[in-house]
């Protein structure tokens, strides 16, 4: 099993839906999550973090984690074309290794 | 503010030359450091990282390595480089246990 798991393929959405990214981690010692934001040929740039279990809420968007389940999850709600980008999932585990996911692809479609 | 510096942009170097990528990291003390490459269409791979002067963790054995000569300063090299060493290359800096952040990379085309 991957450290961090990122399955689905690109996702459309159109312009106003709600985007939901999903990643899976296998280390149940893991204490801190990231989502990362990633346009073509830039560096990722962080968007959301979260250490408990529960929801937390940032503008437009909210990340999910259950640990429980070893589950974290972003939705970005009010989608717009300014979202298209790839989205990474982290892991920091207890040794401050910082693992990713894949990365999921959003494209928002006007 | 903290910042985090990486140079060069982009580079383009022979099979079989030497590499030297350097980040710098303002306006912190004592931050973890990360060095990833990125393949095309890939996700990061971690190579290394390091939590002080001279504490080097490798994450993948291969030809490169990496240097912290000082509190924020990493290095990362190779004597000789392969055609399977081009990619996206990018320092990460972060406190322990916080959120990471990184450079603007490096992209790295070996011919």
């Known amino acids: 099993q991957k450290e961090v798991e990122q399955n689905s393929g690109p996702l459309s959405v159109p312009e106003g839906a709600i985007a939901s990214l999903n990643c899976t981690y296998s280390?149940?010692?893991?204490?801190?999550f990231f989502w990362y934001r990633q346009y073509s040929g830039k560096s990722p740039e962080l968007i959301m973090s979260?250490?408990?279990?529960g929801d937390k809420e940032d503008g437009r968007f909210t990340a999910q984690l259950n640990k429980a389940s070893q589950y974290v999850s972003l939705l970005i709600r009010d989608s717009q074309p300014s979202d298209s980008a790839t989205y990474l999932c982290?892991?920091?585990?207890?040794?401050?290794?910082?693992?990713f996911g894949k990365g999921n692809q959003v494209v928002v479609i006007p | 503010s903290q910042t985090i510096h990486q140079w060069p942009a982009t580079l383009v170097q022979p099979v079989g030359s030497p590499l030297s990528l350097e980040c710098t990291v303002e306006?912190?003390?004592?931050?973890?450091l990360y060095w990833y490459r990125q393949a095309a269409g890939r996700g990061l791979q971690l190579l290394f990282y390091?939590?002080?002067?001279?504490?080097i963790s490798s994450e993948v054995p291969q030809n490169l390595s990496a240097s912290r000569p000082q509190d924020r300063q990493f290095i990362l090299s190779s004597k000789k480089l392969l055609l399977s060493d081009s990619g996206f290359y990018l320092c990460?800096?972060?406190?322990?246990?916080?959120?990471?952040?990184f450079g603007q990379g490096t992209r790295l085309t070996v011919v």
């Open positions: 990460a800096w972060s406190l322990k246990g916080g959120e990471a952040f």
């Open positions: 280390d149940r010692v893991s204490q801190s």
């Open positions: 979260i250490y408990s279990n």
């Open positions: 982290a892991v920091r585990k207890g040794n401050n290794r910082l693992a």
């Open positions: 306006g912190t003390s004592n931050p973890n």
């Open positions: 390091s939590v002080g002067i001279g504490q």
